[in-house]
């Protein structure tokens, strides 16, 4: 019994311990990038996971209210304005997508009344021959 609670004991001291490295290791990898230049950090990133990306924006966000006091401001003012040019792409992509289906609906449209058309004129052509 005691031995398998000194076991607990240990282990869970290791996974602190190893939870602790493993986030000032992600701390230091955040500085890291920070401090490198932009062709570097763009091969890095792009080979980031999609919960990779949001623990390191959230390290890039800790360093910037430590280093810089008002940083938090300009963050919110950055990402909303970047939201709203994203917001306004997709709507310009959705106007577009919209036209090619009008387009292609009118299109459609205008060959079945052709096969109307022209099977009404077939079928008049019959009964004259008839």
């Known amino acids: 019994m005691r031995h398998s609670v ?5 282990l869970s001291c290791l996974t602190s311990a190893s939870s602790l490295s493993s986030q000032s290791q992600k701390s230091l990898e955040a500085r890291e990038l920070l401090n490198s ?6 091969s890095r990133i792009e080979r980031l996971s ?11 966000r800790q360093i910037a209210k430590q280093e810089y006091a008002g940083s938090e401001s ?21 106007q577009s997508v919209f036209w090619v289906f009008g387009l292609g609906f009118l299109l459609f449209g205008g ?3 052709h096969l109307i058309f022209r099977m009404n ?10």
Not at 6 to 10: A, E, N, R
Not at 74 to 94: D, G, P, T, V
């Open 50 to 60: 999609k919960e990779e990306t949001k623990e390191l924006i959230s390290q890039v």
């Open 121 to 130: 004129r077939i079928s008049r052509e019959i009964q004259t021959l008839k």
């Open 74 to 94: 300009f963050y919110f003012l950055i990402s909303h304005l970047e939201e709203m040019q994203a917001i306004q792409k997709e709507q310009e992509r959705l």
């Open 111 to 113: 060959f079945v009344l």
């Open 37 to 42: 230049t932009p062709d570097k950090v763009l």
């Open 6 to 10: 000194v076991f607990l004991l240990g």
